[in-house]
Structure formats: C-alpha cells, structure tokens
C-alpha cells in the first residue's frame, strides 16, 4: 500500500479525514495505468470488484470501526454514457470483503464535470467545486465512514466530497483509494 503519510497531507485542512489508504502506485504508462484504464473505460467491471476485495482484505486489519462505505459517485449523464461507475465496483468489492454495507444512493454528484485527467492542480479544484450533493443526511451522520475512488492524484475530488460529507457531521471519514499517483 501506499505511504499513508503522504496521502493524508493532501487532506489536511479537514479534520473529520483521520486515514488514508490507496492500494497500488498509479505510474503513467504503467501497469496498473492500463488496469484503471480497462476498468473505466474497457468494461472490465469485475477486475473493479476483485481489486477491491484484495484491497478490503489489506484495510481489514487496519480500520477499527467503519459504518458505511460510500464511493465517490459519477453524474447521471456520464454514468447513462458509461453504464456503471468504476468507484462503485472498487468499493462492492471492498464491502464483499470486509463485510461492510455500501451505500450509492446517499450522495450524489450534482453538477457534471469535465475530466480531471489532462488538467493541472488549480483547474482540478475549480472543476470540482461545489458538485456533490446530499441526499439523506441521516446516512452520513455520527457514522465511521469510508470513501472510495479509483485514483487519488492532487486530491481535488475527494477533497470536495469530504467537505460536503463533513457538514452533515459523521464520525470520521477515511479516504481510500485503488491507486494514488506519486
């Protein structure tokens, strides 16, 4: 797994992030580049949902208390495009393995967005901003909960939805990721 210290450092200015995990070590032209690629844009569905049980399974030992997954949604346009979110995958693999429901309904992605991949630092934090809405508030609050993306680069999207999540006030929220780019 990744250097925790690192990740967290991108979350620093919320205190309801208490942990951070990512499994692999996203390499540009990379070997598990081509396996995020395939999930996300090939279909490859079950390779989502096997990743995160490997992944569960290395987090198990790890996390004390978790609640509820909840993995970062896709808007409703990219999503009728797509067919599935890849985030959604990842994180019923997870559960799968930790024995921990997941919740796609409780959050959603509000405003739709260009893709992050090609942009810099700044133009990632505007693109994101205010896009994640909450639908039930009672899901998220005084709840352990844990976040899942696909990719953690500057930490632009997960930092959003967690400052969106944090002011329905849960527990703590840890951010957990398939990969995170060096």
Known sequence: MTNKAELLKKFAFQPKVIDAYAYLDFIKEGIVQKLIHGLKYQGKQSLGVWLGQRFG???KSRLDQIDLIIPIPLHANR???RGYNQSDRIAEGI???MGIPVDTK??????????QTRKDKLNRWENIHSVFGVLDPEQVNQKN?????????????????CDEVAKYE???LTISALAAGK
């Open 57 to 59: 399974e290395e987090m």
């Open 79 to 81: 999503m009728r495009t």
């Open 95 to 97: 559960g799968e393995s």
């Open 106 to 115: 409780t959050i959603i992605r509000a405003k739709e967005t260009t893709t």
């Open 145 to 161: 909960l844990l976040i899942v993306d696909d990719v953690i680069t500057t930490g632009a999207t997960l930092g959003t939805f």
């Open 170 to 172: 849960p527990n703590s």
